[in-house]
Each structure stands twice: as structure tokens, then as C-alpha cells.
């Protein structure tokens, strides 16, 4: 963490290394792949089921950014809603943690925003994650990310 300092109070800043993804909401990947692959001449490199978020992902390398998609597997998933009320799009930007997901959270829940995930969980890709009411992030839902330690 960062220390920084103002007239009032000196304050821990969570350490951000990188965008780690953009999540896409799709009706269907295989829809999608023939642009993202075809049109755009990226490679997606894992497909994944993630059953307890009832979502399929597909995932893009842009330099050390990813892009993912994700395809509701059932219509009660939250990408199944969002899809109903939004239309495809992007859904959320997900943020590299370097200094653990859950410091993270306890550092943004103290500053006032509200929490979706009170925890990390375990998320696509091996990842840990966490996210953050779009009511306290200037309507953006956002993810922190942070691969576990081996």
C-alpha cells in the first residue's frame, strides 16, 4: 500500500497494478467469437463454466489486460438480469490487486463505499474476487482481482 498524506489524516492506498479485465456481457460467446477472433484477430485461450455465479467465460489477451465474456448459463444469473435490462455490454471493470482482495475491501468499505462481496470468492481463472456496489462507484460495477498465492 501507498501512504498518502493531506491536511487531514494520512491514509493507506490500496496497491492497483493494472486493469486486469473488462467484463462483456453476451448472449452467446460462440456469437461473438467470429468478431473478437475473426474481426479483431485475438485468440481467446480458456473457456470456463463457473457454476456458483452461473456464467460461462471466455477470456482475451490484450497486452497484459484480458477481455471477458460472460454468457449466462441460467436466466437467474446476475449477467442473465443485466443482460434483461441493459442489453450486451460492458458489464465491469475488474482491477489487479496487489496487496490482497480483502485489505482492499476493508479499505473501501472504511472510506464509506458499499460492499456486494463482504469476503473475496473464488472467481474465474483461479482468481480471487470481490465486488463493489455500482451505487458507490459512480455507477461502474467494479471487481478487485488478485491471484492467490501459491
Not at 100 to 110: D, I
Request: proline residues 4%.
Amino acid at each position: 500500500m501507498t501512504e498518502t498524506n493531506n491536511n487531514f489524516y494520512s491514509i493507506k492506498i490500496m496497491d492497483i497494478s493494472r486493469i486486469e479485465h473488462l467484463g462483456i456481457a453476451v448472449k452467446s460467446i460462440e456469437e461473438q467469437l467470429p468478431y473478437y477472433e475473426g474481426v479483431l484477430g485475438l485468440k481467446c485461450y480458456n473457456i470456463e463454466v463457473v457454476e456458483d455465479q452461473k456464467v460461462k467465460t471466455a477470456f482475451f489477451k490484450v497486452g497484459q489486460t484480458k477481455i471477458e465474456l460472460l454468457e449466462p448459463t441460467s436466466p437467474e444469473s446476475t449477467i442473465a438480469k443485466f443482460i434483461e435490462k441493459k442489453g450486451e455490454g460492458i458489464h465491469h471493470i475488474a482491477w489487479c490487486i496487489e496487496d490482497g482482495v480483502a485489505n482492499a475491501l476493508a479499505e473501501v468499505e472504511a472510506k464509506g463505499v458499499k460492499l456486494i462481496d463482504k469476503a473475496p470468492r473464488a472467481g474465474a481463472e483461479g482468481l480471487d474476487i470481490a465486488f463493489l456496489h455500482p451505487k458507490s462507484t459512480g455507477s461502474v460495477l467494479t471487481e478487485f482481482c488478485e491471484t492467490p498465492k501459491k
